[in-house]
Protein backbone atom coordinates (compact mmCIF):
# COMPACT_ATOMS: atom_id res chain seq x y z
CA UNK A 1 0.00 0.00 0.00
CA UNK A 2 2.82 2.14 1.01
CA UNK A 3 4.76 1.28 -2.43
CA UNK A 4 1.87 2.37 -4.40
CA UNK A 5 1.67 5.60 -2.90
CA UNK A 6 4.93 6.55 -2.98
CA UNK A 7 4.94 6.09 -6.81
CA UNK A 8 1.37 8.31 -6.86
CA UNK A 9 3.82 11.05 -5.26
CA UNK A 10 6.51 10.54 -7.58
CA UNK A 11 4.32 10.77 -10.61
CA UNK A 12 2.90 13.79 -9.08
CA UNK A 13 6.06 15.58 -8.54
CA UNK A 14 7.24 14.36 -12.06
CA UNK A 15 4.19 15.84 -13.41
CA UNK A 16 4.91 19.26 -12.28
CA UNK A 17 8.29 19.30 -12.89
CA UNK A 18 7.71 19.24 -16.29
CA UNK A 19 5.09 21.77 -15.80
CA UNK A 20 7.80 23.37 -14.61
CA UNK A 21 10.45 23.59 -17.07
CA UNK A 22 11.32 26.47 -19.50
CA UNK A 23 9.91 26.80 -22.74
CA UNK A 24 13.36 26.09 -24.02
CA UNK A 25 13.37 22.71 -22.41
CA UNK A 26 10.47 21.18 -24.30
CA UNK A 27 10.71 22.96 -27.59
CA UNK A 28 13.58 23.76 -29.92
CA UNK A 29 13.25 26.30 -32.84
CA UNK A 30 12.92 24.58 -36.25
CA UNK A 31 12.15 26.25 -39.65
CA UNK A 32 8.69 27.10 -40.79
CA UNK A 33 7.55 24.62 -43.58
CA UNK A 34 8.16 26.68 -47.29
CA UNK A 35 9.78 29.69 -45.08
CA UNK A 36 11.81 31.61 -47.56
CA UNK A 37 15.87 31.70 -46.33
CA UNK A 38 17.43 35.03 -45.52
CA UNK A 39 21.17 35.51 -47.40
CA UNK A 40 22.05 39.09 -45.47
CA UNK A 41 22.34 41.09 -42.38
CA UNK A 42 22.23 44.17 -41.55
CA UNK A 43 25.75 46.36 -39.84
CA UNK A 44 23.65 48.44 -37.57
CA UNK A 45 20.10 49.38 -35.53
CA UNK A 46 18.82 50.96 -37.93
CA UNK A 47 19.81 48.68 -40.97
CA UNK A 48 19.28 45.42 -39.34
CA UNK A 49 17.79 42.77 -41.66
CA UNK A 50 13.70 41.81 -40.96
CA UNK A 51 13.15 38.10 -40.26
CA UNK A 52 10.32 36.24 -39.20
CA UNK A 53 10.36 33.19 -36.58
CA UNK A 54 10.62 30.26 -38.49
CA UNK A 55 12.96 31.94 -41.30
CA UNK A 56 16.14 30.26 -41.69
CA UNK A 57 19.32 32.48 -41.92
CA UNK A 58 22.61 31.66 -43.60
CA UNK A 59 25.17 34.52 -44.31
CA UNK A 60 28.80 35.08 -45.33
CA UNK A 61 30.92 37.26 -43.34
CA UNK A 62 34.03 37.67 -41.57
CA UNK A 63 35.48 37.68 -38.31
CA UNK A 64 34.56 40.62 -36.68
CA UNK A 65 31.45 41.96 -38.19
CA UNK A 66 28.61 42.86 -36.17
CA UNK A 67 25.73 41.17 -37.96
CA UNK A 68 22.19 42.34 -36.56
CA UNK A 69 18.49 41.09 -37.43
CA UNK A 70 15.05 42.12 -36.40
CA UNK A 71 12.08 40.09 -35.85
CA UNK A 72 8.74 40.67 -34.05
CA UNK A 73 7.43 39.56 -30.62
CA UNK A 74 3.84 39.26 -29.63
CA UNK A 75 2.46 38.97 -25.56
CA UNK A 76 2.45 35.79 -24.29
CA UNK A 77 5.37 34.63 -26.80
CA UNK A 78 8.54 32.98 -25.74
CA UNK A 79 11.51 32.79 -28.59
CA UNK A 80 14.58 31.01 -28.51
CA UNK A 81 17.66 32.35 -31.06
CA UNK A 82 20.31 29.65 -31.89
CA UNK A 83 23.23 30.43 -34.10
CA UNK A 84 25.85 28.28 -35.54
CA UNK A 85 29.46 30.45 -36.93
CA UNK A 86 31.31 28.05 -39.15
CA UNK A 87 34.95 28.34 -39.65
CA UNK A 88 36.33 28.63 -43.10
CA UNK A 89 39.76 27.61 -41.98
CA UNK A 90 41.82 27.13 -38.87
CA UNK A 91 43.10 30.00 -36.45
CA UNK A 92 44.94 31.46 -34.44
CA UNK A 93 44.00 31.11 -31.21
CA UNK A 94 40.86 30.75 -28.97
CA UNK A 95 37.78 33.29 -29.17
CA UNK A 96 34.82 34.78 -27.67
CA UNK A 97 31.21 34.90 -29.13
CA UNK A 98 27.93 36.88 -28.27
CA UNK A 99 24.42 37.29 -28.87
CA UNK A 100 22.83 40.20 -27.76
CA UNK A 101 19.23 41.02 -28.21
CA UNK A 102 17.84 44.09 -27.60
CA UNK A 103 14.05 45.58 -27.64
CA UNK A 104 12.33 48.32 -29.20
CA UNK A 105 13.68 50.81 -27.33
CA UNK A 106 17.26 49.63 -27.52
CA UNK A 107 17.50 47.73 -23.93
CA UNK A 108 19.49 45.10 -23.85
CA UNK A 109 16.95 41.78 -22.95
CA UNK A 110 17.90 38.94 -20.39
CA UNK A 111 18.13 35.48 -21.89
CA UNK A 112 16.91 32.60 -19.08
CA UNK A 113 19.18 29.87 -20.95
CA UNK A 114 21.72 29.13 -23.77
CA UNK A 115 25.15 29.51 -24.66
CA UNK A 116 24.78 33.21 -24.79
CA UNK A 117 29.01 34.03 -24.77
CA UNK A 118 30.71 31.29 -25.30
CA UNK A 119 34.67 30.61 -26.27
CA UNK A 120 36.14 28.00 -28.44
CA UNK A 121 39.56 27.19 -28.73
CA UNK A 122 41.63 27.43 -32.20
CA UNK A 123 40.90 24.11 -33.17
CA UNK A 124 37.12 23.66 -33.38
CA UNK A 125 35.25 24.46 -36.82
CA UNK A 126 32.34 25.87 -35.52
CA UNK A 127 30.57 27.54 -32.12
CA UNK A 128 27.07 27.42 -31.49
CA UNK A 129 25.11 30.21 -29.53
CA UNK A 130 21.92 30.41 -27.95
CA UNK A 131 19.58 32.47 -26.35
CA UNK A 132 15.96 31.89 -24.56
CA UNK A 133 14.27 34.93 -24.19
CA UNK A 134 11.64 36.02 -21.21
CA UNK A 135 7.73 35.69 -22.27
CA UNK A 136 6.75 38.93 -23.22
CA UNK A 137 4.51 40.73 -21.50
CA UNK A 138 1.45 42.58 -22.30
CA UNK A 139 2.38 45.85 -20.30
CA UNK A 140 4.94 46.65 -17.56
CA UNK A 141 5.83 49.04 -15.58
CA UNK A 142 7.90 52.38 -17.21
CA UNK A 143 10.63 51.58 -15.10
CA UNK A 144 10.95 48.06 -15.47
CA UNK A 145 13.03 46.33 -18.29
CA UNK A 146 10.23 43.32 -18.99
CA UNK A 147 9.79 42.78 -22.68
CA UNK A 148 6.84 44.19 -24.41
CA UNK A 149 5.39 43.10 -27.71
CA UNK A 150 6.90 45.08 -30.56
CA UNK A 151 10.27 44.51 -32.76
CA UNK A 152 13.37 42.81 -31.25
CA UNK A 153 17.00 43.15 -32.63
CA UNK A 154 19.41 40.31 -32.55
CA UNK A 155 23.69 40.90 -32.71
CA UNK A 156 25.75 38.20 -33.56
CA UNK A 157 29.74 39.68 -32.83
CA UNK A 158 32.71 38.41 -31.79
CA UNK A 159 34.25 40.06 -28.29
CA UNK A 160 37.80 38.68 -27.79
CA UNK A 161 39.58 37.19 -30.51
CA UNK A 162 43.34 37.40 -31.34
CA UNK A 163 44.38 39.90 -33.94
CA UNK A 164 45.73 38.17 -36.66
CA UNK A 165 42.36 36.15 -36.97
CA UNK A 166 40.22 39.65 -37.23
CA UNK A 167 38.60 39.36 -41.25
CA UNK A 168 39.09 35.51 -41.11
CA UNK A 169 35.63 34.00 -43.16
CA UNK A 170 32.88 32.77 -41.62
CA UNK A 171 29.56 31.17 -42.26
CA UNK A 172 26.73 32.37 -40.06
CA UNK A 173 23.38 29.85 -39.70
CA UNK A 174 20.69 31.48 -37.50
CA UNK A 175 16.80 30.43 -36.22
CA UNK A 176 14.44 32.78 -34.48
CA UNK A 177 12.17 30.23 -33.05
CA UNK A 178 8.90 30.54 -31.02
CA UNK A 179 8.81 27.66 -28.33
CA UNK A 180 5.75 29.41 -26.34
CA UNK A 181 2.87 31.00 -27.29
CA UNK A 182 0.45 31.65 -24.62
CA UNK A 183 -1.49 34.51 -25.68
CA UNK A 184 -2.11 37.76 -24.26
CA UNK A 185 -2.35 36.63 -20.86
CA UNK A 186 -4.87 38.72 -18.60
CA UNK A 187 -2.07 41.16 -17.02
CA UNK A 188 -4.53 43.66 -16.56
CA UNK A 189 -3.03 45.66 -18.93
CA UNK A 190 -2.29 46.31 -22.31
CA UNK A 191 0.40 48.12 -23.96
CA UNK A 192 -0.64 51.27 -26.02
CA UNK A 193 1.54 50.47 -29.42
CA UNK A 194 4.42 47.64 -29.89
CA UNK A 195 7.82 49.34 -29.31
CA UNK A 196 8.97 49.44 -32.64
CA UNK A 197 12.62 51.19 -33.29
CA UNK A 198 12.86 54.89 -34.90
CA UNK A 199 14.76 54.44 -38.18
CA UNK A 200 13.05 57.69 -39.74
CA UNK A 201 13.63 60.68 -36.63
CA UNK A 202 13.20 63.42 -39.18
CA UNK A 203 12.75 64.98 -42.29
CA UNK A 204 14.96 66.55 -44.31
CA UNK A 205 13.60 70.32 -44.94
CA UNK A 206 14.94 72.34 -48.16
CA UNK A 207 16.83 75.24 -46.84
CA UNK A 208 15.90 77.51 -49.97
CA UNK A 209 11.97 78.17 -49.89
CA UNK A 210 10.72 77.78 -54.10
CA UNK A 211 8.99 81.16 -54.64
CA UNK A 212 5.63 80.97 -56.57
CA UNK A 213 6.89 82.25 -59.69
CA UNK A 214 2.97 83.98 -60.76
CA UNK A 215 2.72 85.97 -57.45
CA UNK A 216 6.31 88.20 -58.26
CA UNK A 217 7.42 90.76 -55.93
CA UNK A 218 4.29 93.10 -55.82
CA UNK A 219 2.31 90.69 -53.32
CA UNK A 220 5.50 90.65 -50.59
CA UNK A 221 4.98 93.07 -47.89
CA UNK A 222 7.76 94.16 -45.42
CA UNK A 223 6.67 91.78 -42.59
CA UNK A 224 6.93 89.33 -45.10
CA UNK A 225 10.97 90.68 -45.92
CA UNK A 226 11.64 91.11 -42.14
CA UNK A 227 13.46 87.49 -41.02
CA UNK A 228 11.44 85.36 -38.15
CA UNK A 229 12.14 86.81 -34.51
CA UNK A 230 12.55 84.04 -32.48
CA UNK A 231 13.58 83.30 -29.04
CA UNK A 232 17.42 83.87 -29.80
CA UNK A 233 16.86 87.17 -31.55
CA UNK A 234 14.74 88.40 -28.31
CA UNK A 235 17.54 87.57 -26.40
CA UNK A 236 20.03 89.17 -28.41
CA UNK A 237 18.48 92.30 -28.90
CA UNK A 238 17.62 92.49 -24.70
CA UNK A 239 21.53 91.72 -24.12
CA UNK A 240 22.38 94.51 -26.39
CA UNK A 241 20.14 96.86 -24.17
CA UNK A 242 21.73 95.74 -21.17
CA UNK A 243 24.98 96.10 -22.31
CA UNK A 244 24.62 99.11 -23.80
CA UNK A 245 23.26 101.04 -20.78
CA UNK A 246 25.76 98.67 -17.98
CA UNK A 247 28.17 100.91 -20.78
CA UNK A 248 26.35 104.58 -19.91
CA UNK A 249 26.02 103.68 -16.16
CA UNK A 250 29.96 102.68 -15.92
CA UNK A 251 31.21 105.59 -17.59
CA UNK A 252 29.12 108.16 -15.35
CA UNK A 253 30.44 106.24 -12.43
CA UNK A 254 34.05 106.39 -13.26
CA UNK A 255 34.06 109.80 -15.14
CA UNK A 256 35.66 112.84 -13.01
CA UNK A 257 34.86 116.25 -13.00
CA UNK A 258 36.06 119.24 -14.33
CA UNK A 259 38.15 121.71 -12.54
CA UNK A 260 37.52 125.36 -13.24
Not at 114 to 126: E, N, R, Y
Not at 139 to 155: K, M, N
Not at 244 to 259: D, I, M, S, Y
Amino acid sequence: MRTAVFRSLAALLAAGGAALLPASAVAAPSPSPGATPVNRAGTSFLSATPIAAGQPVRVDASIGDHLYWAFPAKAGQVHEIAATVTFAKGRSGASTWTVDVFDGLRRRQACTAGAQTPTVDAKASSVALGCTLREVRPWAEPWSADPLPGTYVIRLSVIDLPEPDLGAPIDVDLLVGTVADRGASADDGELAAPLVPNTKAGTVLNAVPVADPEAGDEGDSLADRLPDLGSRWVWTGIGGVLAAVAGVVGFAATRRPRRR
